[in-house]
């Protein structure tokens, strides 16, 4: 028997753009909700939106571009044959997903110090629209940040395999995939940083 | 059987990318600081839009995949904004 295993490249990587729809389907529920309650609670929303703070989201959101614009580089570094390179700037990557999960835990820090979570006693006692909107700010940039560490913990995986071999420049779906979901937690935020953190104020 | 592969993206394109991504975040966050009343959430989308569409076409490579990938995109898309204007259909009439 034949040891060429036939792989199929383009089905591989249209597999994870499907996955990838599912998943803007998810966090597209959770912006439908903050368009809902913001029109029906304009007040409230500009008034609780005042409390998050640009510097976290901004900076942020530059965090993210950095990280993608490494993901992205390191898959021409590995197809050129340049694998030290391409590890580094996976490296990067990582280092960009920890850094956006550090400002975050700053982030959410303060928030909570000043009793300002959800079912907490000082929400509880927050006019409604105001109430939802830190449950739905929440439950969206909380779920996002689960998936920056998902997506950390991937593109670990994938730097292992390129270490290994298992993924080289004759055979890069598997990093290509990576990136690809990491760049959808870009995106994800792209949207989500102007809509809680700017318009609002 | 080995497929025929799209050409390597230079680092140089990235970058330019990037580039124009941190301007585009510098222009949504300028914007902000302006009221033009319900006109700012358009602005703002409209720019995360351009910025999504930059990540899209060229860091997730769509610019140079096969229709077939386009047009799965634009169908989940099209589903999303029906999604949305559906709910608010309803919700914009009670």
Known sequence: MSGHLHKDYTGAKFGMWL?????????????????????????????????????????????????????????????????????GLLGGTVGCAALFMVNKFFEWSAKIGHGIYPG????????????????????????????????????TWTMVFIRTGRVHAGDWVILENAGLYWHLVDLIWIFIFPLYYLILH | MTEVHAHIVPYRTFILVWVALLILTGATVTVAQYHFGALNIWIALGIATLKSSLV???????????????LALLSALAILAIFIGLTFFDVLYR
Request: aromatic share 14%; proline share 2%; glycine share 10%.
């Open chain 1, 19 to 87: 996955f990838l729809f599912t998943e803007v389907l998810l966090f597209g529920g959770l912006f439908i909700l903050y368009a809902v309650y913001l029109a029906r609670y304009p007040k409230e929303f500009v008034s609780a939106g005042k409390e998050l703070n640009v510097w976290f989201g901004g900076g942020n959101t530059l965090v993210l571009l950095t990280s993608s614009l490494f993901v992205a580089m390191s898959i021409t570094a590995l197809r050129r044959g340049a694998t030290a390179l391409c590890l």
């Open chain 2, 56 to 70: 899209i076409a060229v860091f997730m490579h769509l610019k140079d995949e096969q229709p077939l990938f386009k």
């Open chain 1, 120 to 155: 907490s006693a000082h929400l509880k006692e927050m006019a409604p629209g105001e109430m939802v909107f830190f449950n739905i700010y929440y439950l969206t940039t909380g779920l996002h940040g689960i998936h920056v560490v998902i997506g950390a913990i991937v593109l």
